[in-house]
Every structure is written in structure tokens, then in C-alpha cells.
């Protein structure tokens, strides 16, 4: 029959990564494409499984050889159903993705929330192997979260567990997407960054960026936003070191919660402002939460990058399946 593998996939509302796993989450094979989330259930459902054919094909798996099918989604899922609940930017609400899947290609099939996966595959291979009490933070255009309580992803009554961007930090805040106002995601997100430097550049406060943006909002990125401050747009640093306490003031909260042993986080804002801003978003934390609390709780990047949803995603597979993997977990705490 040969070795055993997992499809893992990634799936957004711009991108879809599907990676091909051996049962020591190695990666042996990825592939990369545009998704349009908007397009219909079809158009979307028939890309995933397109992707899927072609990993299994590259590698000249047969049905024999595949362990099973794990995606990570924008969005909650009651594992059970395994169906998409609520992404506004993913044609997939109420779609049945995984019994749809399983008839396909004759194999198991999880589903799980993108954040959830990636906080899981952290805990199991990157920046939180070896502790039992994690808590995942990944910021985008949105601000998505995991938890990770006594060694276990914690999913809540149905699956909801984990929404963490949607903590309201300020009651009369900005509105969020979610509808509600004074979400950290709303606040803090890269999107929120962006928000607030294009009035910068708008109303004559951030030159540089101006200069280099025009009036496109989807121009701005962390690297730009870097690039701005490098070049003397101080106001633009302000809301940077903004969105680095307040992210701070929402994990005080959840420290006063779960009393976790660390935070990981990600993302691009993470990723290009590196230590200095790590360092403000934990003292922000520990500004914020109980101190006795605080005393032990480390805040530390992500490590993965792209592959941490899909490889999240493939160990919850194996956990289900009961095949063990390679893991640090449970060595602290």
C-alpha cells in the first residue's frame, strides 16, 4: 500500500494552499492559486477539489494512500457537520463541504476554523511546541484566534470557540464587520491600520505614504506602512504603536481568563515590525491583566507562516483518526 498522507488546504477568500502531508506533517508537495470568494459554491468547491486531484496526481497517491482530506476555513464550523457557518467573504455558507468531499474521494474529512488550524499547528510543530496552555493570535485583515487549553483545541459548545477579534475593547469604537463596534478586530487588524493611515495620507500628515499611495486603500500593506515610518511619517508610527497596545489590552483580558502559559502571534504586521513590536504589545498585556497572572506569560511569533493552517489542520486529523504524530506538546505546564 506504500505511506500514508494528508491533503491539507488552506482556503481564503483570495487564496487557496494545498499542501500534501506525510504522517510526520513533513511537507512533500504544495500548491498555490487564486480564489475569487465570491464566486459561486460551485466555482469555489470545484477549485478545492481540482487542487486536491492535482496533489494526488503530482504525487502518484492511490486511494489507498490517502489518509484523509483537512481544510482550514475563514470561518466558525461545528466539526461535526463540517459545514461553513459564517464567512461574509467566503460563497460557502451552508454549503456541505465535507460530506460532499467524502463522497468524492472516498476518505475522512475534517473541517475546521482557519485560526483554530493555525494556532493548533503551532502548538504542535511551531513557536508553542512543548506548552499546554496557548493562546493564538494572528493578525490580517482581520484579527482570527485560537485556543489551546490543557493540550486540547478548545472549540467550544459548537465550534465557535475562539473568536477572539471580536472581543469589544471600546464600547462607542469603529464599527466591525461583525456589526458590532469596538472589536479589537476592528482596532487593531491591518485593515484598521490601514484605515487610519490612508486619513493620514489624505488629509497632509503622512507624506511619504501619500506620495506612494494615491487614494487605493488595498495599496497599503505592512511593508508600505514600514516603509512610511522608516521615512519620517511619525504620525503613521502612532498608529502602529496603537494597534500594538490595544492588541495588548485584549490579550490582558484573556490572560485574566485562561491563564495561559504563552501567546503566539502572527501575521503581517507581526512579521515586518518584528521584536520592537512584540515587545509593546506584551507590555501592553501585562499593563492590562491581573500581574500575579502575567508574571510567566511569554508573547513570541508565530514561526510557520503560510503552512501553520494546513498543518494545524492535518495533525487535527490525525488526532481524530488516532494516528499519532511527531510532537513537543505537553513537555511544560
Known amino acids: 500500500m506504500g505511506p500514508s498522507y494528508i491533503v491539507a488546504i488552506d482556503l481564503g477568500a483570495t487564496k487557496l494552499l494545498a499542501s500534501v502531508f506525510d504522517t510526520r506533517l513533513k511537507k512533500l508537495d504544495r500548491i498555490k492559486c487564486n480564489v475569487a470568494g465570491s464566486e459561486s459554491p460551485k466555482v469555489v468547491f470545484d477549485l478545492l477539489c481540482q487542487a486536491i ?39 460557502l455558507n451552508g454549503f456541505p463541504i465535507k460530506a460532499r ?22 502548538f504542535i510543530m511551531g513557536a508553542a511546541k512543548g506548552y499546554k496552555h496557548v493562546i493564538g493570535l494572528f493578525q490580517g485583515s482581520g484579527i482570527g484566534g485560537g485556543l489551546v487549553l490543557n493540550g486540547a483545541l478548545y472549540r467550544g459548545a459548537n465550534g465557535g470557540a475562539g473568536e477572539l477579534g471580536h472581543m469589544i475593547i471600546q464600547l462607542e469604537g469603529r464599527r466591525c464587520g461583525c456589526g458590532h463596534y469596538g472589536c479589537i478586530e476592528a482596532m487593531a487588524s491591518r485593515l484598521a491600520v490601514a484605515k487610519d493611515v490612508m486619513g493620514l ?53 484573556l ?33 492590562y491583566c491581573t500581574p500575579y497572572l502575567a508574571e510567566n506569560v511569554k508573547v513570541v511569533p508565530a514561526k510557520l507562516g503560510d503552512d ?14 488516532g494516528v499519532s504524530v511527531v510532537s513537543g506538546r505537553g513537555k511544560k505546564g
Not at 501553520?308 to 483518526?321: C, K, Q, S, V
Open 201 to 253: 495620507a489624505i488629509s497632509g500628515q503622512a507624506p511619504y505614504l501619500a506620495s506612494k499611495l494615491g487614494h487605493d486603500i488595498t495599496a497599503i500593506r505592512s511593508g508600505l506602512i514600514a516603509k512610511a515610518i522608516e521615512n519620517g511619517d511619525d504620525k503613521v508610527a502612532e498608529v502602529v504603536n496603537r494597534s500594538a497596545d490595544q492588541l495588548g489590552i485584549a490579550m490582558g483580558n
Open 255 to 287: 490572560v485574566n481568563i485562561f491563564n495561559p502559559e504563552l501567546f503566539v502571534v502572527g501575521g503581517g504586521m507581526v512579521e515586518q515590525f518584528g521584536k520592537p513590536y512584540i515587545e509593546r504589545i506584551s507590555a501592553s498585556m501585562k499593563a
Open 53 to 91: 486531484s492535482d496533489l494526488i496526481e503530482n504525487l502518484s497517491m492511490s486511494g489507498d494512500n490517502l489518509l484523509g482530506i483537512a481544510l482550514g476555513v475563514p470561518s466558525p464550523v461545528d466539526p461535526a457537520k463540517g459545514v461553513i457557518e459564517n464567512s461574509p467573504n467566503l460563497a
Open 101 to 122: 468531499l467524502k463522497e468524492l474521494f472516498k476518505c475522512p474529512v475534517l473541517v475546521e476554523n482557519d485560526a483554530n488550524a493555525g494556532t493548533y499547528g503551532e
Open 308 to 321: 501553520a493552517i494546513a498543518m494545524g489542520a492535518a495533525a487535527l486529523l490525525m488526532d481524530e483518526l
